[in-house]
Nanobody
Framework: QVQLVESGGGLVQAGGSLRLSCAASGRTDSTYIIGWFRQTPGKEREFVAAITWSTGVTYYADSVKGRFTISRDNAKNTVYLQMNSLKPEDTAVYSC???????????WGQGTQVTVSS
């Protein structure tokens, strides 16, 4: 079992910044990649960014490239999502998730709300 706890969400004006954190605990030794996803009511969950746990290779959705940066602190078992130049369309519940080398994302956090006002 892996437990994930997100934090750092909140209300920010357009153009502002927020940094989300995803703290992992439990059986993290099999974690290969940690990803951030977001979802708004009535829409499907959307991939935002991901990072490989051991090598730090990063992946981004086109909609956030150049604005968001994902990073990790292996000593703290924490992944961060630095979000700059936020837009109202970035408003969503942001969740982190982990998966091993095979299969899908199996462990999810509870999510943190990000609201960007215009």
């Amino acid at each position: 079992q892996v437990q994930l706890v997100e934090s750092g969400g909140g209300l920010v004006q357009a153009g502002g910044s927020l940094r989300l954190s995803c703290a992992a605990s439990g059986r993290t030794d099999s974690t290969y990649i940690i990803g951030w996803f977001r979802q708004t009511p009535g829409k499907e969950r959307e991939f935002v960014a991901a990072i490989t746990w051991s090598t730090g290779v990063t992946y981004y959705a086109d909609s956030v490239k150049g604005r968001f940066t994902i990073s990790r602190d292996n000593a703290k078992n924490t992944v961060y999502l630095q979000m700059n130049s936020l837009k109202p369309e970035d408003t969503a519940v942001y969740s982190c998730a982990t998966r091993g080398r095979a299969g899908g994302y199996g462990y999810w956090g509870q999510g943190t709300q990000v609201t960007v006002s215009s």
